[in-house]
């Protein structure tokens, strides 16, 4: 069966970084459009990054540009978020996805 798995989250200061890792297994990887989205306490999940299968297209959510990047490496299966300058508003449990699979989620908390 189809599996995501996230790491890397946890407890940063603001101005931090963190790089999330999504180890997937079960899907052709090197076909396969990967995402990230996050949902922060009481609000609704948003898309915040997309890379296409080949990862020549990017997108990011307008919130994140110029501070995540995206990226994946095919033979490893596995998709990365990299998170530059991080604020208190990306505080939320973020989530890979591809197609309809979801991850289960790894909480990302930007305190001082």
């Known amino acids: 069966q189809v599996q995501l798995v996230e790491s890397g989250g946890g407890l940063v200061q603001p101005g931090g970084s963190l790089r999330l890792s999504c180890a997937a297994s079960?899907?052709?990887?090197?076909?396969?459009?990967m995402a990230w989205y996050r949902q922060a306490p009481g609000k609704e999940r948003e898309l915040v990054a997309w890379?296409?299968?080949?990862?020549?297209?990017?997108n990011y959510a307008d919130s994140v540009k110029g501070r995540f990047t995206i990226s994946r490496d095919n033979p490893k299966n596995t998709v990365y978020l990299q998170m530059n300058s991080l604020k208190s508003e990306d505080t939320a449990v973020y989530y890979c996805?591809?197609?309809?699979?979801w991850g289960q989620g790894t909480q990302v908390t930007v305190s001082s």
């Open positions: 890379i296409s299968s080949g990862g020549s297209t990017k």
């Open positions: 996805n591809t197609v309809r699979f």
């Open positions: 079960g899907i052709i990887f090197r076909l396969s459009a």
